[in-house]
């Protein structure tokens, strides 16, 4: 198999899988040929980070510029496990970290959620149904006695450093590649959809002492992710308080860590993670750096103003109603978060192309794309192309006095900070459209970025003094960036 398919082995059955095995890893992974470039030596990522306060709409790494996150995540990143691959190995197949770096370093991201799966051993229906497995984890595995996956009981009071070592080298190994890292503390969609609770480490039939998230009996083990008052639910309150600890503790010096309290718990554990945001920043308050905390969505029954009216720092939203739709027209309305619009909330990973990144961009949004290990349509492809696109505009554009102003532009898509800085985006289906520049007298410079095949093209400059007319020179989606020469 190719290093860059990410999994160091697959079983013969995935390799004979039509488009996927080794082939799966060549087709989704590869360099793509878009004209994006990145740099030789990436500078290693600056931070912490905190909210720019004059355009909170972003971080910054203490430079006073915006730094835009963007990247590609996918279930493999940290623990290896089986989720989604064609195979049902014990131990999974290998994650080549390495290879998942340089594949990021290439499209030139610079953010990612470090995954995290607490089931050692469930039942997964995708692509067909099969039993996967999942290493390490954070506690050891000492027994007396065996767990329900046949292997010895955990010691919920002794932290495994096999786990705690990875994740570090992990983070640092991306800060000296310039990319931040949202460590995942909990996972909360195993426990609702699948049997992963028989084999959790939380069960009482698979630790040493004896300790049962299932406090309300309900056999799925949920609780687990919800505040209980009673005795047995403030000692799993307890515990998981000392795993927080032990993970601030292992990596709250690096400058490059973000912290996600939990992937898709339900509706009811609201509470649950308010308290674990509070907890994490008040413990921080102890240590020299204090990192974002972030809520994503809750799956299922969660609601976007959950995630706004919490206490985190950064939120990722589901696609909502009809005025955020931050699938497919998404909201650029300051909602008092930073927001990284992830396709893991918005539809799992089956959307997300060049024209969601650059509209999600071009509304004051950050980015992330959920990736999957089948072979790559186009779309996905262009995603990926696409987040490398908008980083370096990022990075060329003074993106911290730069805020949505649709109303500048007949496209919508509008990036600006007025009589200084434009940048436009049009999907494909305005070749010709205006922009208002009113600042009269003010000559800008023009120049014209092709979406799909990653070229910029000069064009005449412009002045302004009211709306300007544009036509786009060539065929499909199209950036217009616009600076003033004053």
């Known amino acids: 198999m190719d290093r860059r398919s990410f999994l160091k082995r697959a079983s013969p059955a995935a390799a004979c899988v039509a488009g996927l095995g080794g082939a799966v890893g060549r087709r989704v992974f590869a360099a793509s040929g878009a004209a994006i470039s990145s740099p030789a030596s990436p500078t290693p990522a600056r931070g912490p980070l905190r909210v720019l306060a004059s355009n909170p709409r972003y971080f910054t790494d203490g430079s006073g510029k915006a730094i835009y996150l963007a990247g590609t995540h996918n279930w493999h990143n940290f623990q290896d496990n089986g989720h989604r691959l064609w195979e049902a190995e014990d131990p999974p197949a290998v994650f080549d970290y390495d290879a998942y770096l340089d594949f990021l370093t290439r499209h030139h991201h610079n953010f990612f959620r470090l995954w995290r799966w607490e089931s050692p051993k469930w039942t997964d229906e ?151 945001i ?11 750096k204090k990192h974002p905390v972030g809520m994503t969505v809750q799956y299922s029954r969660g609601t976007n103003a959950v995630v706004f009216n919490s206490p985190a720092d950064w939120v990722s939203p589901n696609p909502g109603d009809s005025h955020e739709n931050y699938r497919d027209e998404p909201c650029g309305e300051y909602r008092g978060k930073v927001i990284v619009n992830d396709t893991d909330h918005l539809c799992g990973h089956v959307c997300g192309d060049a024209a969601w990144v650059w509209k999600s961009f071009c509304r004051g949004l950050n980015v992330l794309f959920m990736e999957d290990y089948l072979p790559s349509p186009t779309w996905q492809d262009s995603a990926r192309e696409a987040m490398g696109q908008t980083r370096q505009f990022s990075e060329r554009i003074d993106l911290a006095a730069m805020t949505p102003h649709d109303e500048l532009s007949g496209t919508r898509y509008c990036l600006a900070n007025p009589g200084k800085e434009y940048l436009v985006f049009q999907a494909g289906n305005h070749g010709e459209f205006s922009v208002n520049l009113a600042d009269a007298g003010t000559e800008y410079t023009v120049e014209w970025f092709n979406v799909i095949k990653g070229v910029a093209v000069a064009a005449k400059s412009v002045r302004g003094g009211g709306s300007t007319i544009f036509y786009t020179p060539f065929a499909g989606p199209a950036a217009l960036y616009l600076k003033s020469r004053n």
């Open 126 to 276: 995708h692509p067909v149904v099969m039993t996967k497995y999942c290493q390490p984890h954070p506690w050891v595995r000492s027994g007396p006695g065996l767990a329900a996956d046949g292997k010895p009981k955990f010691d919920l009071t002794r932290f495994n450093p096999e786990y705690f070592d990875r994740m570090r080298r992990r983070i640092v190994a991306a800060g000296d590649r310039g990319m931040y890292v949202a460590v995942q503390l909990f996972e909360g969609w195993e426990l609702q959809f699948s049997d992963a609770w028989l084999c959790h480490p939380f069960n009482r039939n698979n630790n040493i002492q004896a300790v049962d998230a299932d406090t309300s009996g309900n056999g799925k083990g949920t609780d687990f992710n919800t505040l209980q008052v009673t005795t047995m639910g403030k000692r799993v309150l307890a515990l998981q308080e000392a795993y927080l600890r032990k993970v601030i503790d292992t990596v709250s010096d690096l400058d490059n860590v973000l912290y996600e309290v939990c992937n898709e718990a339900g509706g009811d554990s609201t509470d649950w993670q308010y308290y674990l």
């Open 278 to 288: 509070k907890y994490v920043k008040d413990y921080e308050s102890t240590k020299p």
